[in-house]
């Protein structure tokens, strides 16, 4: 008699993934409601670093700076080298050159040279800085978020927009890619600054007081 197998088919069980995210309302540019929107929890709710965000800002800072700030020594200045007065005799102190840092025109003792002052950080620590800073700026309720942006072409009505959604101080607007007429239409209000949701970085989110993301950007 043939055995039996005793090995058990195994079900395998397809289960849904739940919906991570925080629900926050979208707002039309009349600053009405106009839906809602889900962000994600990675970015937004987030374990808030503030060493890390510190870190994020001092390295941003450093990576600005050109370093090509220079002058020149007592060798590359122009200037005669012979002797300006004979050493003994004359009641004043000894000098050799006319080039020397202590006379007007002459060379720099200890003046800068250019310098880079480039600062390294790996991409996990700014990608976990930039979610501590969302995630600060979205607990103060400093976050919004718009549709119908993209239509807007005129800096008068922009300048509309902000005010009904009840944006004040200075505002970053994150937009969406190829949002060209957004950026024109809003690069004339001082206190706006836009960038492109791939630029997006710790110390732009903490250095404004209101981050406005285009629906189309999230």
């Known amino acids: 008699m043939p055995r039996k197998s005793t090995k058990a088919t ?29 962000l994600p929890e990675a970015l937004f709710a987030a374990k808030i670093n503030k060493p890390l965000m510190a ?6 800072l450093s990576n600005q700076r050109a370093g090509s700030a220079a002058t020149k020594t007592r060798g590359q200045v122009e200037g005669s080298t012979r002797k300006i007065y004979r050493q ?7 000098h050799g050159g006319i080039r020397a840092p202590i006379f007007v025109g002459g060379g720099i003792a200890f003046g800068p040279k250019p310098r880079d002052y480039h600062l390294d950080f790996p991409k996990k620590m700014k990608r976990a800085a ?32 902000m005010q009904s959604i009840g944006v004040s101080g200075s505002t970053l607007l994150v937009v969406a890619k190829d949002s060209r007429g957004v950026i024109r239409a809003a690069r004339n209000i001082a206190s706006v600054d836009t960038t492109p949701e791939s630029n997006l970085h710790a110390y732009t989110v903490l250095s404004h007081q209101r981050i406005v993301f285009m629906k189309e950007a999230l």
């Not at 195994?10 to 409601?33: C, E, H, Q, R």
């Not at 003994?88 to 000894?94: E, N, P, Q, S």
């Open 10 to 38: 195994k079900k395998t069980k397809i289960t849904k993934a739940k919906k991570t995210g925080i629900s926050v309302p979208v707002l039309g540019v009349d600053g009405k409601k106009a839906g809602t929107v889900d």
């Open 55 to 60: 870190q994020a800002v001092r390295v941003y």
């Open 88 to 94: 003994k005799g004359t009641g004043r102190a000894r």
């Open 130 to 161: 930039l979610a501590s800073a969302l995630t600060l700026a979205f607990g103060e309720g400093k976050v919004f978020v718009v549709s119908g942006l993209g239509g807007i072409a005129k800096t008068k009505i922009m300048a509309q927009t």
